[in-house]
């Protein structure tokens, strides 16, 4: 199932859309005012501590246990600190940015400093399942988030 940006001029898949019309994992979150980092598309998030009417996140490290990935917001694609987030977490699908040739089927793990996936290589924490083949780095590719963090 492809999705489009609306503001592109050819179509093709965009990255941070939900795939799978059957998403129910799906949370409404934070940013930690005080975070320092960006955040784009498909931004691995964990939960951390602090005060606020809903579950504050904050960029993960490859090797930090993931809850869930920034997903498509019409109005803001480029989340700030203290702004609210949707986040797609445990069997969600969602259109990621692969960092290298990924075969169909690969475990997968983020690279932080870009917010693409890569094959998992057994170090870092396996966040989900490649639902197709990338052929190359910057490919976007349907993910089935399946991460170790599940509520």
Request: with cysteine; aromatic share 6%.
């Amino acid at each position: 199932m492809a999705n489009f940006n609306s503001n592109q001029f050819s179509q093709q898949r965009a990255k941070g859309y939900l795939t799978d019309k059957t998403n129910v994992n799906i949370r409404n979150c934070r940013i930690l005012p005080t975070s320092v980092n960006s955040f784009s598309l498909g931004t691995a998030v964990k939960i951390v501590n602090g005060v606020s009417k809903v579950s504050l996140v904050e960029k993960a490290l490859a090797t930090e246990e993931i809850f869930g990935f920034i997903v498509s917001n019409f109005k803001k694609n480029t989340p700030v600190a203290g702004d609210i987030v949707e986040v797609a977490y445990d069997n969600s699908s969602l259109s990621m940015e692969a960092g290298a040739a990924i075969a169909a089927g690969a475990l997968l793990e983020i690279v932080s400093a870009s917010d693409k996936v890569i094959t998992n290589a057994g170090v870092n924490v396996k966040i989900g399942m490649a639902m197709e083949q990338a052929t190359a780095d910057g490919d976007i590719i349907e993910v089935k988030i399946k991460t170790p963090v599940q509520i």
